[in-house]
């Protein structure tokens, strides 16, 4: 008898096991996700081409561009067109952004309250052009279930900001399961209120990592916008890029 409950606590104990094994490869913790994010879509540095439509309820405008990034802490974005944004550069250094406008042949600094504004009337503001940093360093996580989004099994997680110079308080993302990147993300105020919805979408492989090539964003506050839909047509990661593109001189270049 004693044999029979034994052989039973084995068997009992083995399947507690492998359901802990299974239950952990299935889900990993949500900080290991984070990492695998941050893994995909960070760089020590890139360069990247980018398109931006602006739909309007009545029409559309696209604007190009061609960014230099390192890291969190320094990008260079030159404006290609259309004619009347062609020039247009913005430097951002270290928590510091200006703007060259050729028109004026003026550069001005962007701070405080501005860094909220729309970026040439986008449905992006300057502040979520500027925050690169990544969430490992930047929010705690929890996964809090899973849902399937547009045929792709996502984990559902909901961020907290651990520290406060944040734009937004909490954000919730919908994680492919397979490829380690974000589908779907809404982003919210300290009050709860949902301020911004993105869709992630043209996910390929590159240089070994997952990257979404196309991002829609959703000002959820912004009146007559029906969103806008940012394109990178080409990015190269870890790149030699010259210093002297980060610096003030080089906007008037």
């Known amino acids: 008898m004693d044999i029979r409950r034994g052989t039973k606590m084995k068997i009992i104990l083995t399947v507690l096991s492998a359901t802990v094994v299974f239950c952990s490869y299935a889900q990993p913790e949500a900080d290991i996700i984070l990492e695998r994010i941050d893994q ?10 980018s398109s931006m439509t602006i739909h309007g309820r009545r029409n559309s405008r696209t604007i190009t561009s061609r960014t230099y990034a390192v890291e969190d802490m320094r990008s260079f974005t030159e404006y290609l067109s259309p004619p009347r944004e062609e020039g247009t550069k913005m430097l951002k250094l270290e928590g510091q952004l200006w703007i060259y ?6 550069t001005i600094q962007i701070s405080g309250h501005m860094l909220r504004q729309s970026v040439m009337g986008s449905d992006l503001s300057y502040e979520d052009m500027m925050d690169d940093r990544k969430l490992t360093e930047t929010y705690d996580a929890t996964v809090t279930g899973s849902e399937e989004l547009e045929g792709h099994k996502t984990w559902v997680l909901e961020l907290t900001a651990k520290v406060e110079d944040l734009a937004y308080a909490s954000r919730k993302l919908w994680v492919d399961t397979e490829r380690y990147v974000p589908l779907k993300e809404e982003l919210f105020a300290k009050s709860g209120k949902l301020l911004k919805r993105s869709v992630m979408s043209d996910v390929v492989q590159i240089e070994g990592r997952w ?11 912004k009146q007559g916008s ?16 010259p210093d002297y593109i980060f610096s003030k001189a080089a906007l008037k270049q």
């Open 40 to 49: 995909n879509l960070s760089s020590e540095n890139r360069i990247f081409e």
């Open 101 to 106: 406008s050729p028109s004026t042949d003026r």
């Open 211 to 221: 990257f979404p090539c196309t991002i829609f964003y959703k000002d959820m506050l």
């Open 226 to 241: 029906e969103g806008t839909e940012f394109k990178i047509t080409d990015i190269r990661f870890n790149r030699d890029i």
